[in-house]
């Protein structure tokens, strides 16, 4: 029997693919400078953001988890979906 383990690589992927969908950022962005607030982002455009986190990832990403960054938001996806699994 396998079981389908989360993949940070994987996570990091599709988190900035939802970033790049959400704002006029390109991909090479992100991946150097990371942190979303030095990118100009307004409250609406990173409440898109974790909105269609939550919706792709089936879980609720509550107002007192710091997503700032691209890793942010990876790691708190890759956690929850590790307790998911377990």
Do not use: C
Request: glycine letters at 2%.
């Amino acid at each position: 029997m396998t079981t389908a383990t989360p993949d940070k690589k994987a996570i990091q992927k599709e988190v900035v693919k939802i970033i790049t969908s959400v704002t006029n950022l390109k991909r090479n962005q992100l991946l150097e400078v990371r942190d979303l607030t030095t990118l100009g982002l307004d409250i609406v455009d990173v409440v898109d953001v974790i909105l269609k986190v939550e919706k792709t990832y089936h879980l609720t990403i509550p107002d007192e988890v710091p997503v700032y960054t691209v890793d942010d938001f990876v790691n708190y996806v890759y956690t929850q979906t590790m307790k998911q699994a377990g």
